[in-house]
């Protein structure tokens, strides 16, 4: 297979959710320990699945997620409480901030690797605000041709209209088109219009330095 396009996930494949949980506290008003705190980052961060402690009257609503802001934020704060924070706001207050979100050790060059490569990029992202912050603060922003955004787009991965989308906008067809993501339920959807899906274990950052590049290698890059 020739590969003229690279599509890339966000959470867990680019940039990971690495907030400063300074202030977190219990609901008994008292800081929360490490392990409870991992927990919770867990909960957060998970691709697909319904987290613990979500309120039995919000499930139907929590696969659709990402299509809509105020819902986004509902739900998380209401994970959030039960799994027992008592200030639920700072911490999804924190995460909407990009800031908070940490690039891996080679996002940037590799992005920079395909760009220079006369590669165009995507990237296809499950999720309810604007990432393109996170791209600017390191300076790659002006090298990702598209950003396909869920709650933009009105559809959600693995849902195969978000990667038709990216695909038709990058001017590349969906069989020369590479798939980088760390979730091969909601990124393995880009399989079903003839993409090549690729994966990498979404690992704390300084635990994964070179993932992105070692799938790029592998692909000729």
């Not at 319904?50 to 696969?63: A, N, R, S, T, V």
């Not at 605000?129 to 869920?150: K, M, N, T, Y």
């Not at 933009?152 to 020369?176: M, N």
């Amino acid at each position: 297979m020739t590969i003229n396009g690279v599509l890339f996930d966000f959470s867990g494949t680019l940039f990971r959710l690495e907030p400063d949980l300074t202030g977190l506290t219990g609901l008994d008003g008292r800081p929360l320990d490490g392990e409870r705190q991992a927990e919770i980052m867990r909960r957060m961060t998970a691709p697909t699945g319904l987290p613990e402690g979500l309120p039995e009257h919000l499930h139907e609503h929590w696969d659709t997620r990402d299509l809509d802001p105020p819902t986004h934020r509902e739900l998380y704060l209401a994970v959030l409480h039960a799994s027992g924070v008592g200030n639920p706001g700072l911490l999804y207050d924190r995460m909407l901030d990009t800031a908070n979100w940490e690039p891996y050790p080679d996002t940037a060059a590799a992005v920079k690797t395909l760009a220079a490569a006369g590669v165009p990029v995507g990237v296809v992202s499950n999720i309810a605000w604007d990432i393109r912050p996170a791209f600017e603060r390191i300076g790659i922003a002006g090298l990702v041709s598209e950003f396909v955004l869920s709650y933009q787009e009105g559809a959600i991965k693995p849902d195969p209209r978000l990667f038709t989308v990216a695909c038709r906008r990058l001017g590349v067809p969906a069989e020369q088109v590479l798939m980088i993501g760390d979730s091969e339920e909601a990124d393995g959807g880009a399989a079903k219009i003839g993409c090549a899906v690729a994966f990498v274990d979404p690992l704390p950052v300084e635990q994964r330095p070179h993932a992105l590049l070692d799938v790029l290698a592998e692909n000729g890059w």
